[in-house]
């Protein structure tokens, strides 16, 4: 699932080469990844892009005050095109759910894999109008967030840090691999609830925010889009990473597998040599 680092790379491409240009089209292939009908996406062509902006996950374009907002979920992702294909886009069972088309002949795919379908695609007048934005908690690389704020956010929070930091009424864009790579450089368990920290914990736990997601979104600033993914794995010192040495420590990453999702973490680093239960990972790794 592509998050904050990515998502900002992604902003700043589109930005680089859309604004001043026109939409001309927005082709649906899939009705599905629509969910608003007025105004209908029609309403887009002819429009002056002006700006492309992130909010959290979600892109969006702002085509002289009307904006085009994705959220490319967890299997959605922009396919870039110098020369848009001369085909219409039809619906069937293509993966490419959307195709916006721009007055320079350049445009963009928005394809989604497999059969969970997430991959959600807005047009509205004001972005706060879509419900993810509306919700959305602070942004950590906000100017206006500070060490202050984020004590509060923890403050009196029962909840298991891993959790806290994906939930996005907490926090804006960060998912389940900067959350495992967070914790790693924070040298905590996921499993640790928030409200439990001490002031030291919390102050190294907002440091490795900071740290981890600048470092990314550095790292992924003027890669086009087709090479973020592979930049962004690259990058993870424990996420993804089940089996292999910590690179700090060099003891082995485990995992925690949970019905639809997992996380990774180093026992030695993180919970003082313990490992984590998880019925079907922690007796292969011991």
């Given at each position: 699932m592509p998050e904050l680092p990515e998502v900002q790379a992604l902003?700043?491409?589109?930005?680089?080469?859309?604004?001043?240009?026109?939409?001309?089209?927005?082709?649906?292939?899939?009705?599905?990844?629509?969910?608003?009908?007025d105004p209908a996406p029609q309403a887009l062509s002819g429009l002056?892009?002006?700006d492309v902006q992130r909010h959290g996950k979600f892109v969006d374009i702002d085509a002289d005050g009307l904006h085009l907002v994705f959220h490319l979920a967890r299997a959605g992702w922009l396919r870039?095109?110098?020369?848009?294909?001369?085909?219409?886009?039809?619906?069937?069972?293509?993966?490419?759910a959307m195709r916006v088309r721009f007055s320079d002949g350049s445009g963009f795919d928005l394809t989604e894999a497999g059969t969970k379908k997430g991959l959600a695609a807005y047009v509205v007048h004001d972005p706060?109008?879509?419900?993810?934005i509306a919700s959305l908690g602070p942004d950590p690389l906000a100017d206006d967030f500070d060490l202050a704020g984020f004590r509060?956010?923890?403050?009196?929070?029962?909840?298991?840090?891993?959790?806290?930091?994906?939930?996005?009424?907490?926090?804006?864009?960060?998912?389940?691999?900067?959350?495992?790579?967070?914790?790693?450089?924070?040298?905590?368990?996921?499993?640790?609830?928030?409200?439990?920290?001490?002031?030291?914990?919390?102050?190294?736990?907002?440091?490795?925010?900071?740290?981890?997601?600048?470092?990314?979104v550095a790292a992924a600033a003027g890669k086009p889009a087709a090479e973020l993914k592979d930049a962004k794995r690259a990058g993870m010192r424990v996420h993804g990473r089940t089996g292999e040495q910590c690179p700090v420590c060099g003891d082995v990453v485990r995992e925690v597998s949970f019905a639809d999702s997992s996380l990774q973490y180093c026992a030695t680093c993180q919970t003082g040599g313990?490992?984590?239960?998880d019925r079907r990972m922690s007796r292969l790794l011991k």
């Open positions: 902003a700043d491409f589109l930005r680089g080469r859309i604004v001043d240009q026109a939409i001309t089209a927005v082709e649906l292939g899939s009705i599905s990844v629509l969910k608003t009908y002056l892009v002006s870039w095109s110098e020369e848009a294909p001369k085909a219409l886009l039809k619906p069937g069972r293509s993966p490419i706060a109008d879509v419900p993810g509060a956010l923890l403050e009196g929070k029962r909840t298991q840090i891993k959790g806290l930091l994906r939930d996005q009424s907490v926090l804006a864009g960060v998912g389940n691999a900067y959350s495992d790579e967070v914790l790693h450089a924070a040298k905590l368990s996921p499993f640790a609830l928030a409200s439990s920290l001490d002031d030291e914990e919390i102050e190294r736990l907002f440091a490795a925010l900071q740290e981890t997601l600048r470092g990314a313990k490992p984590l239960a």
